[in-house]
């Protein structure tokens, strides 16, 4: 029996040959086959993010079409109460709306929180087994702005020099969304938020299982690091921050409505940028678990000591 085979993938930005694959032929919206399932697997190994678009999803489908790549993780890392909330524990909101579909107050608490998005990060690090794919779909997108930028952090951990890797090689973060909140000088946390998001240890340098490379594990989330004075661990992090997401490491992604952009916690780090919080912008994200902590995806030699 032949099979034939409609997808491809074609990197798409020329700067980032290695980094970005667009993902043609394949819609996300039925049921996969298990070839297309181990393609796309294949092609986040390879990359680190993949672009599909025109994937027209309801909610439901962009949960199954999740579902058949790993597990999800719940969407607990927001501020929202159960009542309050537009979309299914199944997905993370993204957008400036409130459950009636209405644009948030532009001094709303929870607009305000979600502006920790603007901040370089990898989802999940606050929370002791983090993400590891993340699914981001555009139901609407204001006319400008809102790019979603993409740092491969393979390759800014390979451009570090070889003094800077053996001092990151066995140091452990500690991450918190109560850090990376105070970074922008929100820090009206409840007791029950400031006990939910106590900090948790990640490795600073992960290896990736499948193909071996090393990457720095950095987020705006990670406020400290095990064993060093504060402002010396904060002042390391941002100079390894600012090495990381040079423009050589950097892909813009600019949205069309129903692009589904899908990447790898482990290996990249993303931020959104500004856009006119009169104008809706509907995203909803579904998120795979990583299953371990990143202290568990230590290089071999280094997680044995
Ligand atoms: C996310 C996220 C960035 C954006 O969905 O995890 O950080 O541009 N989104 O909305
Ligand atoms: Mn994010």
Not at 219 to 244: C, K, Q, T, V, Y
Request: hydrophobic residues 40%; charged residues 30%; contains cysteine.
């Amino acid at each position: 029996m032949e099979i034939f085979i409609s997808y491809a993938v074609h990197p798409i930005d020329p700067a980032r040959p290695t980094f970005i694959g667009e993902v043609s032929g394949i819609d996300l919206t039925r049921r996969l086959t298990e070839e297309e399932v181990s393609a796309i697997h294949a092609g986040m190994d390879s990359f680190g993010v993949l672009v599909f678009h025109d994937q027209h999803f309801e909610d439901e489908q962009q949960i199954a079409f999740s579902r058949q790549l790993g597990m999800l993780e719940e969407a607990t890392g927001d501020i929202m109460s159960e009542k309050d909330r537009r979309l299914s524990m199944d997905l993370n909101d993204i957008s400036n709306l409130d459950k009636n579909g209405e644009l948030l107050p532009r001094d709303d608490r929870r607009r305000l929180f979600g502006l920790g998005n603007l901040l370089w990060h990898s989802d999940s690090s606050f929370k002791a087994v983090p993400a590891k794919y993340s699914m981001l779909s555009a139901r609407k997108i204001p006319a400008a702005g809102g790019n979603t930028e993409f740092a491969d952090m393979r390759a800014a951990y390979d451009a570090l020099d070889g003094e800077t890797k053996s001092e990151v090689h066995n140091l452990i973060c500690l991450h918190s969304q109560i850090f990376s909140r105070g970074v922008l000088g929100f820090d009206d946390f409840t007791d029950a938020e400031r006990a939910k998001w106590a900090p948790v240890r990640q490795a600073l340098v992960r290896q990736h299982p499948n193909t071996g490379r090393l990457s720095l594990y950095l987020a705006s989330h990670a406020g400290g690091i095990e064993g060093w004075p504060m402002p010396e661990a904060r002042s390391f992090l941002r100079d390894l921050n600012e090495h990381a997401t040079q423009r050589q490491f950097v892909y813009a992604h600019v949205w069309r409505p129903w692009d589904l952009v899908m990447w790898d916690n482990r290996v990249t780090m993303h931020r959104a940028r500004r856009y006119d919080p009169k104008e809706v912008r509907d995203m909803r994200r579904t998120t795979l678990t990583n299953g371990v902590s990143s202290l568990e995806q230590r290089p071999i030699e280094m997680a044995k000591r």
